[in-house]
């Protein structure tokens, strides 16, 4: 069993920065993919990062490419998402999922509750 725990969520202004890190527990962290979503009120949730299992390769959606930069510690069984010049429409709860190296929400298996990025203009 996965158990994730997102946290480094708050407010900011438009063109701030936020740290969202996810903190993991069980064996096999460091053999999963893992990834952020985000979920605005009112749409579905949507891709936003991924990294594999080692950290070597990542993914990112285009509309934070260059803005957002994911990392993960496999020695800390830990994942950030560092996420520079925030837009308004960065906004949203944003969750910490582990599974396969991919950009759909099916292909991960474990999940955390989420934390909230509000992004004012």
């Known amino acids: 069993q996965v158990q994730l725990v997102e946290s480094g969520g708050g407010l900011v202004q438009a063109g701030g920065s936020l740290r969202l890190s996810c903190a993991t527990s069980?064996?096999?962290?460091?053999?999963?993919?893992m990834g952020w979503f985000r979920q605005a009120p009112g749409k579905e949730r949507e891709f936003v990062s991924a990294?594999?299992?080692?950290?070597?390769?990542?993914y990112y959606a285009d509309s934070v490419k260059g803005r957002f930069t994911i990392s993960r510690d496999n020695a800390k069984n830990t994942m950030s998402l560092q996420m520079n010049n925030l837009k308004p429409e960065d906004t949203a709860v944003y969750y910490c999922?582990?599974?396969?190296?991919?950009?759909?929400?099916?292909?991960?298996?474990?999940w955390g509750q989420g934390t909230q990025v509000t992004v004012s203009s």
């Open positions: 069980g064996r096999f962290f460091s053999r999963l993919a």
């Open positions: 999922a582990a599974g396969s190296f991919a950009t759909e929400s099916y292909e991960y298996s474990y």
């Open positions: 990294v594999n299992w080692s950290g070597a390769n990542t």
